[in-house]
């Protein structure tokens, strides 16, 4: 059993910054995945960034350049650091954890808000 809980949404004027972070309590040790998907509304859920236990970091385009994402293993957490917040941002982002690679079952956050305006 995996409990993924998310943090750090909230309201940033556009060109800001936020960072999330998403820990999974479970006892299962080197997780080989996490990352962020986000999904706003009227819209399908979108991948936004990885981190694996490798070192390995993916990013969907429209991200790229603009948001890092980082893990601390020991502590089973993710982060995602989004700069320069644009309009087409908010969503609500939710972290997902993929605790083995030879297997498909992954687990999900509730997800945190993020808003983006003036």
């Known amino acids: 059993q995996v409990d993924v809980v998310e943090s750090g949404g909230g309201l940033v004027q556009p060109g800001g910054s936020l960072r999330l972070s998403c820990t999974a309590s479970?006892?299962?040790?080197?997780?080989?995945?996490m990352g962020w998907y986000r999904q706003a509304p009227g819209k399908e859920r979108e991948f936004v960034a990885f981190?694996?236990?490798?070192?390995?970091?993916n990013y969907g385009d429209s991200v790229k350049g603009r948001f890092t994402v980082s893990r601390d293993i020991a502590k089973n957490t993710v982060y995602l650091q989004m700069n320069n917040l644009r309009p087409d941002d908010p969503a609500v982002y939710y972290c997902?954890?993929?605790?083995?690679?030879?297997?498909?079952?992954?687990?999900w956050g509730k997800g945190t808000q993020v808003t983006v305006s003036d």
């Open positions: 981190a694996s236990l490798r070192g390995t970091l």
């Open positions: 479970t006892t299962i040790n080197n997780i080989f995945r």
């Open positions: 997902n954890v993929e605790p083995r690679s030879w297997q498909t079952m992954s687990y």
